[in-house]
Structures are given as structure tokens and as C-alpha cells.
């Protein structure tokens, strides 16, 4: 069971313009433009200009937050350690994939 990180009632559910991205994830303006331009959240502009954010990237930014409080890791460092988390994910999913086809042991 899952549950949602954010009511998005009053929106868009298909994307978010910038002020209600960051209303949804506790982040000021700027510090968003700047999670875009670092490639972190995935963005694009619109045809007037501003940006507009898929609902998945407030999980995204979630993400980022807790790894930047818990770890003290700056933003700049933060897309090495999140494609490193997500590379250990498929790793693990491929292990245990190989392990329920071929009836292998674990090694824990």
C-alpha cells in the first residue's frame, strides 16, 4: 500500500508549474531552478516561458532532501549518490531475480 507524499487536488495531476512544485515539496523557487539546472528534477518549459514538473519529480525531490539533511551531501554531489542508490537498486532486483529462477542461495 502506498500513500501520497502530497494532496494534488487543486492541480494538474498530469504536471506542476514551479510555485505549486514547490509548495508541494517545501523547496523555494530558486533552489528548484537550481535542482533543474544541476539535472537532478526533471523539467521543461512551457510555451510561455516557465517550467513545469511531471508529479513524479516531488518524489524526486523528496529524495534529494532526505539525502542531503541525513547525509550532508551538497546538491552538486547529490546526482552521484542517487545514481549510485539506483544502480545498487537494480542490482539487488537482478540478484534476487536470479536467485528465485535458479533457486540459488542468498549470500546473507
Given at each position: 500500500m502506498t500513500y501520497p507524499l502530497i494532496r494534488l487536488a487543486h492541480v494538474d495531476i498530469g504536471h506542476l508549474d514551479l510555485e505549486s512544485f514547490s509548495q508541494a515539496t517545501g523547496l523555494h523557487p530558486e533552489l528548484v531552478r537550481r535542482l533543474v539546472a544541476l539535472g537532478l528534477i526533471d523539467?521543461?518549459?512551457?510555451?510561455?516561458?516557465?517550467l513545469r514538473f511531471p508529479t513524479?519529480?516531488?518524489?524526486a525531490a523528496g529524495r534529494l532532501q532526505r539525502l542531503h539533511a541525513g547525509l550532508a551531501v551538497n546538491y552538486a554531489s547529490l546526482g552521484v549518490v542517487t545514481d549510485l542508490l539506483d544502480r545498487i537498486a537494480e542490482l539487488e532486483a537482478a540478484l534476487r531475480t536470479r536467485t528465485r529462477r535458479t533457486g540459488d542461495r542468498s549470500w546473507t
Open positions: 523539467a521543461w518549459t512551457d510555451s510561455s516561458g516557465g513524479a519529480q516531488v518524489v
